[in-house]
């Protein structure tokens, strides 16, 4: 069992640098593999050229143990049908923010459905112990979203992968603070840009990209590594 996380965009704003093949759109999801596991984050707007970007990266959906869905916005989502018609029987985690009509559409897509709709931190455990989400957060009129945290490092240590950071940071690291100490952010961060709470907080790690507005504001900070996110690009986090 690989207990090192990996995670490869294949959904994201930003193009690959060399490879024109990768199509980049507005949007966000990520596949990560950890603890023997293969979750499929967010599904991006185009399915099919997200389909197509797995095909060019040598990646296959068909064996997808679980999707995990951030919010309910259509550039995380949009992919859904597409990745549903390759994936063999996913279970799928949503947030506490979706209609119950899409829900019911997937169902129909897979052959058993295991449809699981988070409300509040849990581990996933029908994943591992070392995977929970921080549940469905909504601060004020900001649309509910959820994060995955993977838990590594002999389970000292924590990876925060976000869609879009609607409610902000402090109410995520809270509602992980129980599980994990969050060392590495992955994902969208929007409208973020308080740098004094990020410099107290235990990250150290940055991989933003998406919806993120005050990137330039977390570059040079002393005790934080700051990295952009772009379609095909391979994360491995060993330490």
Partial sequence: MDSIPKITILYENNPHPKNSVLENGHGFAALIKFEGKTILFDAGWNGSALLR???????????????????????????????????????????????????????????????????????LDDLSSNIATTGCIAVHDHLGEQAI??????????????????????????????????????????????????????????????????????ENLPNITLSQLYVGKKIIIDK
């Avoid at 259509?74 to 597409?82: A, K, Y």
């Fill in 53 to 123: 970007n797995c095909e060019t990266l040598g990646i296959s959906l068909k064996s997808l143990d679980a999707i995990f869905l951030s919010h309910a916005h259509w550039d995380h989502i949009g992919g859904m049908p597409q990745v549903l018609e390759v994936a063999d029987n996913p279970i799928i985690y949503y947030p506490d923010v979706f209609s119950k009509v899409q829900p019911k559409e997937w169902a129909k897509m897979v052959l058993n459905p295991n449809i699981h709709r988070l409300t509040s931190f849990e581990t």
């Fill in 149 to 218: 945290l993977l838990r590594y490092n002999d389970a000292k240590d924590g990876i925060f992968i976000v869609g879009c950071l609607h409610p902000g940071l402090k109410p995520f690291l809270e509602a992980a603070a129980s599980f994990c100490n969050v060392t590495h952010v992955i994902g969208g961060i929007h409208g973020f840009n308080d740098v004094g709470f990020l410099n107290n907080s235990s990250i150290r790690h940055l991989h933003v990209g998406h919806c993120t507005q005050y990137s330039k504001l977390f």
